[in-house]
Protein backbone atom coordinates (compact mmCIF):
# COMPACT_ATOMS: atom_id res chain seq x y z
CA UNK A 1 0.00 0.00 0.00
CA UNK A 2 2.86 2.59 0.50
CA UNK A 3 4.75 3.93 -2.51
CA UNK A 4 7.62 2.45 -0.36
CA UNK A 5 8.57 0.64 3.02
CA UNK A 6 8.82 3.36 5.45
CA UNK A 7 12.52 2.80 7.02
CA UNK A 8 11.26 4.03 10.30
CA UNK A 9 8.05 1.29 10.38
CA UNK A 10 10.74 -1.55 9.86
CA UNK A 11 13.92 -0.58 11.82
CA UNK A 12 12.04 -0.81 14.92
CA UNK A 13 10.63 -2.89 17.35
CA UNK A 14 6.92 -3.81 17.10
CA UNK A 15 4.18 -5.39 18.85
CA UNK A 16 2.40 -8.24 16.86
CA UNK A 17 -1.27 -7.73 15.96
CA UNK A 18 -3.50 -8.92 18.14
CA UNK A 19 -7.40 -8.23 18.36
CA UNK A 20 -7.04 -4.68 20.46
CA UNK A 21 -4.13 -3.52 18.86
CA UNK A 22 -3.44 -0.62 16.22
CA UNK A 23 -2.04 -0.37 13.28
CA UNK A 24 -0.85 2.78 12.49
CA UNK A 25 -0.31 4.20 8.55
CA UNK A 26 3.06 4.67 7.37
CA UNK A 27 3.69 8.68 6.49
CA UNK A 28 4.08 7.47 3.10
CA UNK A 29 0.78 5.60 2.74
CA UNK A 30 -0.72 6.35 -0.92
CA UNK A 31 -3.92 4.37 -0.42
CA UNK A 32 -7.50 6.80 -0.38
CA UNK A 33 -8.41 4.11 2.04
CA UNK A 34 -5.74 4.12 4.36
CA UNK A 35 -3.88 7.11 4.46
CA UNK A 36 -2.82 8.97 8.00
CA UNK A 37 -5.30 6.20 9.03
CA UNK A 38 -5.45 4.47 12.45
CA UNK A 39 -7.08 0.97 12.80
CA UNK A 40 -7.88 -0.87 15.55
CA UNK A 41 -8.03 -4.54 15.46
CA UNK A 42 -11.07 -7.26 16.09
CA UNK A 43 -10.17 -9.91 14.60
CA UNK A 44 -6.71 -11.45 13.94
CA UNK A 45 -6.21 -15.36 13.33
CA UNK A 46 -5.69 -18.07 10.40
CA UNK A 47 -8.65 -17.20 8.33
CA UNK A 48 -7.40 -13.47 8.10
CA UNK A 49 -8.03 -10.17 10.08
CA UNK A 50 -10.55 -7.57 10.48
CA UNK A 51 -10.44 -3.96 12.04
CA UNK A 52 -11.92 -0.48 12.15
CA UNK A 53 -10.54 2.58 10.86
CA UNK A 54 -11.01 4.93 14.12
CA UNK A 55 -10.15 8.17 12.24
CA UNK A 56 -12.45 9.08 9.65
CA UNK A 57 -15.42 11.05 10.50
CA UNK A 58 -18.12 11.14 7.83
CA UNK A 59 -20.92 14.27 8.02
CA UNK A 60 -23.94 11.81 8.97
CA UNK A 61 -25.45 11.95 12.85
CA UNK A 62 -25.99 8.80 14.44
CA UNK A 63 -29.12 9.90 15.12
CA UNK A 64 -30.03 10.23 11.68
CA UNK A 65 -29.17 6.72 11.24
CA UNK A 66 -29.97 4.49 14.40
CA UNK A 67 -31.46 7.07 16.61
CA UNK A 68 -31.74 5.07 19.94
CA UNK A 69 -28.09 4.37 19.39
CA UNK A 70 -27.33 8.34 19.90
CA UNK A 71 -27.09 8.23 23.44
CA UNK A 72 -24.03 5.69 23.87
CA UNK A 73 -22.57 7.50 21.21
CA UNK A 74 -19.32 9.89 22.88
CA UNK A 75 -18.86 13.47 20.95
CA UNK A 76 -18.97 14.05 17.84
CA UNK A 77 -22.08 11.56 17.57
CA UNK A 78 -21.40 11.04 13.79
CA UNK A 79 -20.70 8.08 11.94
CA UNK A 80 -17.22 6.82 11.46
CA UNK A 81 -16.03 5.50 8.03
CA UNK A 82 -14.60 1.74 9.22
CA UNK A 83 -13.04 0.73 5.82
CA UNK A 84 -14.11 0.28 2.17
CA UNK A 85 -15.68 -2.97 2.49
CA UNK A 86 -19.55 -3.61 3.56
CA UNK A 87 -20.48 0.04 3.78
CA UNK A 88 -23.59 -1.48 4.68
CA UNK A 89 -22.91 -2.86 7.27
CA UNK A 90 -22.50 -1.32 10.99
CA UNK A 91 -20.85 -1.96 14.22
CA UNK A 92 -19.86 -0.51 17.59
CA UNK A 93 -16.83 0.15 19.87
CA UNK A 94 -17.01 1.26 22.90
CA UNK A 95 -15.08 1.79 26.78
CA UNK A 96 -16.46 0.34 29.11
CA UNK A 97 -16.54 2.12 32.44
CA UNK A 98 -13.80 1.26 34.86
CA UNK A 99 -16.67 -0.02 37.79
CA UNK A 100 -18.19 -2.48 35.04
CA UNK A 101 -17.33 -6.48 34.87
CA UNK A 102 -16.85 -6.92 31.17
CA UNK A 103 -16.40 -10.19 31.43
CA UNK A 104 -19.71 -10.61 33.26
CA UNK A 105 -21.45 -8.36 30.59
CA UNK A 106 -23.57 -10.47 27.78
CA UNK A 107 -23.05 -7.73 25.08
CA UNK A 108 -19.43 -6.92 25.75
CA UNK A 109 -16.76 -8.23 24.13
CA UNK A 110 -13.46 -7.14 25.36
CA UNK A 111 -10.81 -6.39 23.10
CA UNK A 112 -8.04 -5.08 24.99
CA UNK A 113 -8.04 -3.09 28.52
CA UNK A 114 -11.47 -1.42 28.53
CA UNK A 115 -12.18 -1.43 25.20
CA UNK A 116 -14.74 -3.42 23.61
CA UNK A 117 -16.88 -4.83 20.74
CA UNK A 118 -20.89 -3.83 21.56
CA UNK A 119 -22.91 -6.81 20.17
CA UNK A 120 -25.66 -4.49 18.54
CA UNK A 121 -28.33 -6.59 19.75
CA UNK A 122 -28.10 -5.37 22.74
CA UNK A 123 -30.52 -2.56 24.59
CA UNK A 124 -28.57 0.72 24.01
CA UNK A 125 -30.44 2.28 26.95
CA UNK A 126 -29.20 0.01 29.32
CA UNK A 127 -25.66 0.35 27.55
CA UNK A 128 -25.26 4.17 28.82
CA UNK A 129 -24.81 2.80 32.53
CA UNK A 130 -22.16 0.62 31.01
CA UNK A 131 -20.45 2.74 28.61
CA UNK A 132 -17.74 5.69 28.85
CA UNK A 133 -18.67 6.13 25.03
CA UNK A 134 -19.17 4.59 22.27
CA UNK A 135 -18.14 4.78 17.90
CA UNK A 136 -20.59 3.87 15.26
CA UNK A 137 -19.02 2.68 12.24
CA UNK A 138 -20.15 1.48 8.94
CA UNK A 139 -17.63 -0.57 6.78
CA UNK A 140 -14.95 -2.39 7.61
CA UNK A 141 -10.54 -3.08 6.76
CA UNK A 142 -10.02 -7.10 5.85
CA UNK A 143 -6.94 -8.58 5.44
CA UNK A 144 -6.65 -11.88 4.12
CA UNK A 145 -4.35 -14.69 5.77
CA UNK A 146 -0.79 -13.49 6.22
CA UNK A 147 -1.41 -10.07 3.85
CA UNK A 148 -1.46 -8.25 6.73
CA UNK A 149 2.05 -9.31 8.05
CA UNK A 150 3.47 -8.89 4.93
CA UNK A 151 2.43 -5.44 4.62
CA UNK A 152 3.47 -4.90 8.21
CA UNK A 153 7.20 -6.24 7.06
CA UNK A 154 7.02 -4.17 3.80
CA UNK A 155 6.85 -0.81 6.09
CA UNK A 156 2.89 -0.10 5.84
CA UNK A 157 2.06 -0.07 9.36
CA UNK A 158 3.44 0.06 13.02
CA UNK A 159 1.51 -1.92 15.29
CA UNK A 160 0.91 -0.62 18.82
CA UNK A 161 -1.16 -1.61 22.02
CA UNK A 162 -4.79 0.64 21.60
CA UNK A 163 -5.94 3.13 24.44
CA UNK A 164 -9.39 4.08 25.57
CA UNK A 165 -9.03 7.81 24.32
CA UNK A 166 -8.13 6.60 20.71
CA UNK A 167 -11.60 5.18 20.96
CA UNK A 168 -13.03 8.06 21.89
CA UNK A 169 -11.09 10.76 21.09
CA UNK A 170 -13.00 14.66 20.34
CA UNK A 171 -13.36 15.24 16.84
CA UNK A 172 -10.42 17.95 16.49
CA UNK A 173 -8.01 15.11 17.51
CA UNK A 174 -5.13 14.09 15.54
CA UNK A 175 -5.63 10.46 16.97
CA UNK A 176 -3.17 9.47 13.97
CA UNK A 177 -0.38 11.81 15.27
CA UNK A 178 -1.05 11.17 18.87
CA UNK A 179 -0.61 7.95 18.17
CA UNK A 180 2.76 8.47 17.20
CA UNK A 181 3.85 10.68 19.61
CA UNK A 182 3.52 7.65 22.17
CA UNK A 183 5.63 5.57 20.02
CA UNK A 184 9.75 4.98 20.93
CA UNK A 185 11.81 7.16 18.54
CA UNK A 186 12.15 8.07 16.29
CA UNK A 187 8.36 7.05 15.86
CA UNK A 188 7.10 10.70 17.16
CA UNK A 189 9.34 12.72 14.72
CA UNK A 190 6.72 11.16 12.42
CA UNK A 191 3.90 13.12 13.63
CA UNK A 192 4.40 16.12 11.70
CA UNK A 193 5.01 14.11 8.23
CA UNK A 194 2.90 15.92 5.72
CA UNK A 195 1.74 12.83 3.74
CA UNK A 196 2.06 12.01 0.36
CA UNK A 197 -0.54 14.24 -1.25
CA UNK A 198 1.55 17.17 0.07
CA UNK A 199 4.75 15.41 -0.93
CA UNK A 200 3.63 15.06 -4.61
CA UNK A 201 2.03 18.49 -4.82
Known amino acids: ?22 LISAPDMNSDDFRRSVVVLIDHGQQGT ?10 QAVANVLPEWALCMAKPQAVFIGGPLFPENALVLGVAKPEVDIDAAPYLNRLANRI ?36 IECGDWFV ?42
Open 1 to 22: MSLFAHTSFRGIERSEPAPGML
Open 50 to 59: FGVVINDISE
Open 116 to 151: VHVDMRADPTALVHELEGARFFVGWAEWAPGQLEHE
Open 160 to 201: APCLPGDIIAPGKVDVWADALKRQPMPMPLLSTHPGYDQEEN
